[in-house]
């Protein structure tokens, strides 16, 4: 694995040392049930607490009855979204985005299968939500709202606090849910501050150098939720399962390390910058899928006109380079991206679009060998492209058609 420059950090993130260190007694000698009664078994129930109170602290929630811990954030928006309406099965309207991530997305989806009616809102060409559609999406039987607070794909930042705080001024029994998986740990969130009115927000340790198959659903006090997995008494009775402890105390060891590094998201945007300026420089016909909008300091999705997104990360691997074409829950698909397509992509660039996001692990070296190595993969594979004419380094607009780009 030496010489791997990864940027890929919106698909996972590598367990930091210090999560694997803390993590490690509770895969042996500290092995107990935290539900026992013996002294031993208690002192691993107070793991759990400290890891409790930890997430608790990075999002400004209450530790003692708003955090519950889950498999993921892919269980946390499933329960929030489920939980919500097994609660209150008379309001039958749900709102949510063209561009949510499959865990919500494939939700909605079943939701109105079983006969919710789901409001699905559009973006720009940017990707921002128009926040006078979503107010027009408001009625008087809509149950929940469920919003990213970043998109996974281009970084994209939506208004969640102002989006909370126009639902519950509209009606108190909105509930507002947030699947904040690609910002938790990489922007301040903060629940008893700016995002007072959110009621449930996902998170998973993955996304912040934490282990994967283990997340968070913040449940504000008096929340109306029914839950999802029924069982023992664990997480005070409303998500059955003996705890997965050595996950726990993982995800509570890169939430201590996430609060801790926070204030380096400046550093991090200024390397995404400074890639994402050679790269326009450099490269011809190249996009920046976001720009314009508020973004992710980590995240930089180009849309590469005229050649296959597949073909660019085939390169890009070997070269040792990691990147993605988008979600990392739909990279096997060879359909394009629904977020792109949401956001009307040319369909020149619509399959050639690559993610590069990074993180605090990520290096100036590393920025610039692929400053160094991508444009000469994009001018190498557009050479083999039906759709681009090589003297002129512009596509070949009379084999692309109307659907393509515009000629500058």
Same mark, same amino acid.
């Given at each position: 694995?030496?010489?791997?420059?990864?940027?890929?950090?919106?698909?996972?993130?590598?367990?930091?040392?210090?999560?694997?260190?803390?993590?490690?007694? $509770?895969?042996?000698?500290?092995?107990?049930?935290?539900?026992?009664?013996?002294?031993?078994?208690?002192?691993?129930?107070?793991?759990?607490?400290?890891?409790?109170?930890?997430?608790?602290?990075?999002?400004?929630?209450?530790?003692?009855?708003?955090?519950?811990?889950?498999?993921?954030? *892919?269980? #946390?928006?499933? !329960?929030?979204?489920?939980?919500?309406?097994?609660?209150?099965?008379?309001?039958?309207?749900?709102? *949510?985005?063209? +561009?949510?991530?499959?865990?919500?997305?494939?939700?909605?989806?079943?939701?109105?299968?079983?006969?919710?009616?789901?409001?699905?809102? /559009? &973006?720009?060409?940017?990707?921002?939500?128009? &926040?006078?559609?979503?107010?027009?999406?408001?009625?008087?039987?809509?149950?929940?709202? #469920?919003?990213? %607070?970043?998109?996974?794909?281009?970084?994209?930042?939506?208004?969640?606090?102002?989006?909370?705080?126009?639902?519950?001024?509209?009606?108190?029994?909105?509930?507002?849910?947030?699947?904040?998986?690609?910002?938790?740990?990489?922007?301040? +969130? @903060?629940?008893?501050?700016?995002?007072?009115?959110? @009621?449930?927000?996902?998170?998973?340790? %993955?996304?912040?150098?934490? /282990?994967?198959?283990?997340?968070?659903?913040?449940?504000?006090?008096?929340?109306?939720?029914? /839950?999802?997995?029924?069982?023992?008494?664990?997480?005070?009775?409303?998500?059955?399962?003996? =705890?997965?402890?050595? %996950?726990?105390?993982?995800?509570?060891?890169?939430?201590?390390?996430?609060?801790?590094?926070?204030?380096?998201?400046?550093?991090?945007?200024?390397?995404? @910058?400074?890639?994402?300026?050679?790269?326009?420089?450099?490269?011809? !016909?190249?996009?920046?899928?976001?720009?314009?909008? =508020?973004?992710?300091?980590? *995240?930089?999705?180009?849309?590469?006109?005229?050649?296959?997104?597949?073909?660019?990360?085939?390169?890009?691997?070997?070269?040792?380079?990691?990147? #993605?074409?988008?979600?990392?829950?739909?990279?096997?698909?060879?359909?394009?991206?629904? +977020?792109?397509?949401?956001?009307? +992509?040319?369909?020149?660039?619509?399959?050639?679009?690559?993610?590069? #996001?990074?993180?605090?692990?990520?290096? @100036?070296?590393?920025?610039?060998?692929?400053?160094?190595?991508?444009?000469?993969?994009?001018?190498?594979?557009?050479?083999?492209?039906? $759709?681009?004419?090589?003297?002129?380094?512009?596509?070949?607009?009379?084999?692309?058609?109307?659907?393509?780009?515009?000629?500058?």
């Amino acid at each position: 694995m030496g010489g791997i420059i990864y940027l890929d950090n919106n698909a996972t993130t590598a367990v930091a040392p210090e999560v694997a260190e803390a993590m490690a007694p $509770y895969l042996g000698e500290r092995y107990f049930n935290p539900s026992s009664m013996y002294a031993p078994a208690g002192a691993v129930a107070g793991a759990v607490k400290e890891a409790r109170a930890a997430v608790a602290a990075l999002i400004g929630a209450d530790a003692e009855g708003e955090i519950f811990f889950t498999s993921g954030a *892919t269980e #946390s928006n499933n !329960w929030a979204i489920q939980g919500a309406a097994r609660a209150r099965p008379e309001r039958r309207r749900l709102i *949510t985005t063209s +561009v949510e991530h499959p865990a919500v997305r494939e939700v909605m989806r079943e939701m109105a299968r079983l006969g919710w009616t789901v409001d699905e809102l /559009p &973006v720009d060409r940017a990707g921002r939500l128009d &926040v006078a559609a979503f107010v027009r999406a408001l009625r008087p039987d809509t149950l929940l709202v #469920s919003i990213m %607070h970043a998109n996974n794909e281009t970084g994209v930042l939506f208004p969640v606090a102002e989006l909370a705080r126009i639902a519950k001024e509209t009606d108190p029994g909105i509930l507002v849910h947030t699947d904040a998986t690609q910002s938790v740990g990489k922007l301040p +969130v @903060d629940l008893a501050g700016e995002f007072r009115h959110v @009621d449930l927000l996902s998170c998973s340790g %993955h996304k912040l150098h934490g /282990p994967k198959g283990i997340g968070a659903l913040f449940i504000r006090r008096g929340t109306p939720l029914r /839950p999802l997995l029924l069982g023992g008494h664990q997480e005070r009775g409303r998500r059955g399962g003996t =705890e997965n402890v050595p %996950h726990i105390v993982g995800l509570g060891a890169a939430a201590r390390l996430a609060a801790a590094h926070l204030g380096e998201a400046a550093q991090i945007a200024a390397r995404r @910058d400074r890639l994402e300026k050679a790269v326009l420089e450099r490269i011809p !016909w190249v996009e920046v899928n976001g720009a314009g909008a =508020e973004r992710l300091p980590n *995240t930089l999705n180009l849309a590469c006109h005229c050649i296959e997104g597949e073909s660019i990360l085939a390169q890009l691997d070997a070269q040792g380079i990691c990147a #993605s074409s988008g979600s990392a829950c739909t990279s096997g698909s060879l359909d394009p991206s629904h +977020v792109l397509k949401a956001m009307h +992509v040319p369909f020149t660039a619509l399959h050639g679009s690559v993610r590069f #996001s990074l993180s605090r692990l990520t290096t @100036d070296a590393e920025i610039g060998r692929v400053i160094d190595v991508f444009p000469r993969i994009v001018e190498a594979l557009r050479r083999l492209s039906p $759709y681009w004419d090589v003297a002129a380094a512009t596509p070949r607009f009379d084999a692309i058609g109307a659907d393509g780009p515009t000629p500058a």
